[in-house]
Nanobody, 120 residues
Framework: QVQLVESGGGLVQPGGSLRLSCAAS????????MGWYRQVLGKQREVVAT???????NYADSVKGRFTISRDNAKNSVYLQMNSLQPEDTAVYYC??????????????WGQGTQVTVSS
């Protein structure tokens, strides 16, 4: 079982920045996708950004140009640099890993979530 531990959330003013970190407790299959999702109470969880083990990234349209996802494979970690934060970015942010093993098996793990609040 892989544990994902997130850190870096908090309260920030509009226009400010935060950096989220997520560390996995152990190595995963070399073929994997790490990502960040967010959820507002009463709404569906949505993808924010993902990054493959090869470094290919994808972003939600709402965060393009403001957020940057990165990873450190040696540390089994993924990061989300969030700039120009707006009140609509307020949500619980979750780290996610999809790890692909042999025979088409996929293992998915979630972090416990970290609150990001953007408010003046």
């Amino acid at each position: 079982q892989v544990q994902l531990v997130e850190s870096g959330g908090g309260l920030v003013q509009p226009g400010g920045s935060l950096r989220l970190s997520c560390a996995a407790s152990r190595s995963m299959f070399s073929n994997n996708i790490m990502g960040w999702y967010r959820q507002v109470l009463g709404k569906q969880r949505e993808v924010v950004a993902t990054i493959t083990n090869g470094g290919s990234t994808n972003y939600a349209d709402s965060v393009k140009g403001r957020f940057t996802i990165s990873r450190d494979n040696a540390k089994n970690s993924v990061y989300l640099q969030m700039n120009s934060l707006q009140p609509e970015d307020t949500a619980v942010y979750y780290c996610n890993v999809k790890s692909f093993g042999s025979y088409g098996l996929m293992y998915e793990y979630w972090g416990q979530g970290t609150q990001v609040t953007v408010s003046s």
